[in-house]
């Protein structure tokens, strides 16, 4: 008994870090990206976040930013650091952030396990979480 | 008898009236419409007033031409309609070699040309076509569209206006 939770609170100790670290990933598409943006406008970080907009509940946000927010939730990835706004950290957890390019486009794509239909451009999405809050501003 | 008659004359002038009105409204009618199907082809000027063209602003025309800086051969951007999207409707991009279709509608600016299938251009008619520039993406958009309701807020899915 005692050493199945002992167990089980050493792993967890060990997991705990490892999925906070893991709250959102980048593909090397998107870390050089990223990272050339940093360089050329000479700013922090890029900050992501959502917003209660689009056919669908959410939208993604990408802004600069020079400081960390108190609550701002710090991302470490391939040599590049995003802050993650803390209201959109639920919605985005687990997120793959990945970065096209091709003649007619180049953009942010962001691959969401939470998201339950999109727009078609990928835009817009819906979590769980999100429809309440969506109702909630419509009320 | 007489006022029988009477009411006979009245009757036939005013029927005759009628039909007389309605072949002017028939004829009026077919001219309009055929006056539209010949308008793609003077519409593919820019300085053309025909406001059902499908137009290109200023940046869009840039970006076109910065594209074909690096290509070969002469590319035209086809813009099509298609079903899908969160609002029933989305707009895909494409880079073309040719028009495919013969009756495909094709507009010009600067040299830059768009082109647009005949099913979707009944979607499109009167649109505008920019390429928008932000920080998360930079892509060929559709940012003024009369027939459609405002749908999907990243601009690539609507409904159409009933």
Known sequence: ?139 | MAPRTLILHRLTAHFAGRIRQNQRLLSSHFYSSTALEEAPSSSSSSSSPNLDGVYMTDTCVQKMKQLQASEAQEKLLRLSVETGGCSGFQYVFDLVDDKTNPDDRVFEKEGVKLVVDNISYDFLKGATVDYVEELIRSAFQVTENPSAVQGCSCKSSFMVKL
């Open chain 1, 1 to 139: 008994m005692m050493m199945a939770s002992q167990f089980l609170a050493a792993a967890a100790e060990r997991i705990a870090p490892a999925a906070r670290r893991q709250a959102v990933i980048l593909t090397d598409a998107a870390a050089s990206r990223v990272r050339q943006l940093l360089e050329q406008r000479q700013r922090s970080y890029l900050k992501l976040g959502v917003k209660s907009r689009g056919c669908n509940g959410l939208s993604y946000t990408l802004n600069y930013a020079d400081d960390k927010g108190r609550f701002d939730e710090l991302i470490e990835d391939k040599g590049v650091k995003i802050l993650i706004d803390p209201k959109a950290l639920m919605h985005v957890i687990g997120t793959k952030m990945d970065f096209v390019d091709d003649k007619l486009r180049s953009e942010f794509v962001f691959i969401n396990p939470n998201s339950k239909g999109q727009c078609g451009c990928g835009e817009s999405f819906m979590t769980t979480s999100s429809s309440g809050a969506t109702k909630q501003s419509a009320g």
